[in-house]
């Protein structure tokens, strides 16, 4: 595909930068072909001093649907981590590298497919906006596509998820597994894996440098 085809999303973030402003502003977003496929626009949700960020992806069936990030089964494995380390989610902010769901249709359903880098790119003016307005103590990549996207390069999770890195604007990040990898896998000893390595990795974020205390 042609580069012009994937433009960036940056005339259509305002100059006015509130999280409320930029939420609005991005359902009228037409950095990328994706927004064509979704039904809605899916933005972050938390509040402004929020110290954690935790991104995703992109939106599931589910998220497209209510327009509202980690609501599906994901987001239900990512709300059982969250209550097992402790963290409220309405206290942190929770959103995705790119905000418009891509799919494609198969057996009367329609399937996530995982944005190219070329949309993960276009998307990213939103994702650096939404960090500069929190100025988070944290935030924590979940998944290859949130890792590429943050850190600006291509990330192995299971190279880095116990370094301390810097996103490609500065702030502290660790990356971890995607919850939905936590559903996913082949073997409920590999799920129950995922699952736990995530937890650890999201008490490293609420606790900060202290996270080699948390070894077992
Ligand atoms: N997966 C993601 O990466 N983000 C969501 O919001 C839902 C599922
Ligand atoms: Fe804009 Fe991102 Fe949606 Fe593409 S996916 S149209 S860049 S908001």
Same mark, same amino acid.
């Given at each position: 595909? *042609?580069?012009? $085809?994937?433009?960036?999303?940056?005339?259509?973030?305002? /100059?006015?930068? $509130?999280? /409320? #402003?930029?939420?609005?502003?991005?359902?009228?977003?037409?950095?990328?072909?994706?927004?064509?496929? *979704?039904?809605?626009?899916?933005?972050?949700?938390?509040?402004?001093?929020?110290?954690? %960020?935790? +991104?995703?992806?992109?939106?599931?069936?589910?998220?497209?649907?209510?327009?509202?990030?980690?609501?599906?089964?994901?987001?239900?494995?990512?709300?059982?981590?969250? !209550? !097992? %380390?402790? +963290?409220?989610?309405?206290?942190?902010?929770?959103?995705?590298?790119? @905000?418009?769901? @891509?799919? @494609?249709?198969?057996?009367?359903?329609?399937?996530? %497919?995982?944005?190219?880098?070329?949309?993960?790119?276009?998307?990213?003016?939103?994702?650096?906006?939404?960090?500069?307005?929190?100025?988070?103590?944290? %935030?924590? *990549?979940?998944?290859?596509?949130?890792?590429? #996207?943050?850190?600006?390069?291509?990330? #192995?999770?299971?190279?880095?998820?116990?370094?301390?890195?810097?996103?490609?604007?500065?702030?502290?990040?660790? +990356?971890?597994?995607?919850?939905?990898? #936590?559903?996913?896998?082949?073997?409920?000893?590999?799920?129950?894996?995922?699952?736990?390595?995530?937890?650890? $990795?999201?008490?490293?974020? @609420?606790?900060?440098?202290?996270?080699?205390?948390?070894?077992?």
């Amino acid at each position: 595909m *042609a580069r012009e $085809d994937y433009p960036t999303a940056n005339p259509f973030v305002p /100059e006015e930068r $509130d999280l /409320e #402003s930029m939420a609005e502003a991005a359902r009228h977003c037409r950095g990328c072909p994706l927004w064509q496929g *979704a039904t809605h626009v899916v933005f972050g949700e938390g509040p402004e001093d929020a110290e954690i %960020v935790l +991104v995703g992806e992109q939106p599931g069936r589910r998220e497209d649907e209510t327009g509202r990030p980690f609501v599906g089964p994901a987001g239900q494995a990512l709300d059982r981590a969250l !209550e !097992e %380390v402790g +963290v409220d989610r309405n206290q942190i902010y929770i959103t995705n590298a790119v @905000k418009h769901f @891509k799919s @494609k249709r198969s057996n009367g359903t329609r399937q996530g %497919v995982t944005p190219r880098v070329a949309e993960i790119n276009a998307c990213n003016p939103w994702l650096q906006a939404e960090l500069e307005q929190i100025d988070p103590r944290i %935030v924590v *990549a979940m998944g290859t596509v949130a890792a590429r #996207s943050l850190a600006g390069r291509a990330l #192995s999770i299971g190279e880095t998820r116990e370094q301390w890195l810097h996103t490609q604007w500065g702030q502290e990040l660790i +990356v971890t597994f995607h919850p939905s990898a #936590s559903i996913r896998a082949m073997s409920n000893e590999r799920r129950e894996q995922i699952f736990e390595a995530i937890v650890y $990795d999201l008490q490293r974020a @609420k606790i900060g440098g202290a996270g080699e205390e948390l070894r077992r």
